[in-house]
């Protein structure tokens, strides 16, 4: 089974164009059949993997409670919105921002390191800068989005 879908997978990497070199046309594909690769293969890393993104972003879903506690006190300057809802923005806004750098940083260690180690340093490193982005978000959202209400 794990021969047949790296087949699938991996069918277009070997192409050659008439020099001899390899064909450049399958490169934006190449995160696709990554991401297929790791997936499909049917492995205790790929159960470890999905096991890990789990508890990741359990504990930061988990995490969000405490956080706005502690941020609903932490505001310096005057907002147009309620706390809560400027809490909030930034909180999930942090999350969103943590993932998204999080699949840039896999697909930039995977170069380096293997794999699977990549993809788990990316989901432990996204929790610490989910955390540092939402310090930073929970003063500059609500005063961004101050001014974006007042105009």
Known sequence: MTKEIQ????LSSNKENNDGLKDSSDKPFFFLRFFLYIFLSPSYLSIFLFSSILIA???LHFFLFFLYNFLSSFFVFPSLLPSFLSSYLSIYLSIYLSI????YLCFFLVQSVPIYLSIYLSIYLSIYLSIYL???LVQSVPIYLSIYLSH
């Open 134 to 136: 939402c310090f930073f």
């Open 100 to 103: 998204y750098l999080s699949i």
């Open 57 to 59: 972003f359990s504990f």
């Open 7 to 10: 087949s699938l997978i991996f």
